[in-house]
């Protein structure tokens, strides 16, 4: 079993995605279909569908395609004729206003909605935020500990800059389950590797932090090349270890600078190696199912 415990997809035809403006190349509908056209040819069987935008009408729509079908037949097989299974979205990660003055009761509505179950975890795009200490602000501290007593875990979504406000948080609000988007997004164009790295081997050392193998082919140069990564990936898995480790492809984000096939590839060729079998199942599957929850048929 493999889980993509990231991605996407979105319409910018039905809803006003700004930050499109930027990237043409992805300024146009990326659908289930797309998702699972790609990543069942890759032997994928489930995934985690991640929110977007600050929007919860974005989650609600995303919550709405579980229930339609998590694994709609009209994909059962794939255009390259190897009539590959669907690949099932286990599971959500969407949207509240943290500082709302209820978020608890948010999310208990999302769960009452059509695939509310799916739900498995909120985000907030805390990259974009000017403020480099947003995660300290208490009305936000208050929300993420709703988001804890909920049972969801929350995804913090960071670039290097911002670790020591996740430091803080995750000490703080240690009875919350956080899963680190990105490895917070390290300058692999650059080579630079601290203090991320330094940073990053503190964050692993709260249990209650797991961390994504995902996203990195967008933070590197044009024409990368598989050692580029190998820094990175050593500080990540000494940090966290395959146990809070997940894969994830970030499409179709990952589509500007590689397809779906070679950011699979990249991930086995920087942590197979080190692996044993087992350790192997708890990053492509086990870990994503494990933190997140997920209810699978195996």
Same mark, same amino acid.
């Given at each position: 079993m493999?889980?993509? /415990?990231?991605?996407?997809?979105w319409d910018p035809a039905s809803r006003r995605h700004a930050w499109l403006d930027a990237v043409p190349a992805l300024r146009r509908r990326f659908d289930l279909s797309d998702f699972r056209q790609a990543a069942a040819?890759?032997?994928?069987?489930a995934s985690v569908l991640v929110q977007v935008l600050a929007?919860? /009408?974005?989650?609600?729509?995303f919550l709405a395609m579980t229930a339609a079908g998590a694994a709609a037949p009209e994909c059962? %097989?794939? /255009?390259s004729g190897g009539g590959s299974p669907a690949v099932t979205v286990a599971g959500v990660i969407g949207w509240v206003d943290l500082r709302g003055p209820d978020v608890a009761g948010e999310i208990a509505r999302l769960r009452q909605l059509p695939g509310g179950g799916a739900l498995a975890g909120i985000r907030h795009l805390v990259q974009d935020e000017p403020d480099p200490g947003w995660l300290d602000r208490s009305e936000v501290r208050q929300g993420l500990r709703a988001v804890g007593a909920a049972g969801l875990v929350y995804d913090l979504l960071i670039?290097?800059?911002?670790?020591? +406000? +996740?430091?803080?948080?995750?000490?703080d609000?240690? %009875?919350? /389950?956080?899963?680190l988007d990105h490895a917070a997004k390290p300058q692999v164009a650059t080579g630079r590797l601290q203090p991320w790295a330094t940073l990053m081997a503190q964050l692993g050392a709260r249990p209650n932090v797991a961390c994504k193998v995902s996203g990195l082919v967008t933070e590197a140069a044009a024409g990368w090349q598989p050692a580029q990564f190998a820094g990175y990936a050593e500080v990540i898995l000494e940090s966290f270890g395959p146990d809070r480790l997940m894969f994830g492809s970030d499409w179709p984000v990952c589509t500007l600078a590689a397809t779906y096939g070679q950011v699979l590839s990249l991930a086995r060729e920087l942590l197979s190696r080190q692996l044993s079998p087992a350790e192997r199942g708890a990053v492509f599957a086990g870990t994503a199912r494990s933190v997140y929850g997920l209810r699978l048929d195996d």
């Open positions: 493999i889980i993509d /415990a990231h991605h996407h997809v040819t890759q032997g994928v069987t929007d919860t /009408a974005e989650t609600e729509e059962a %097989s794939v /255009a670039r290097p800059g911002q670790l020591p +406000a +996740a430091l803080r948080l995750t000490a609000l240690d %009875s919350v /389950a956080f899963v």
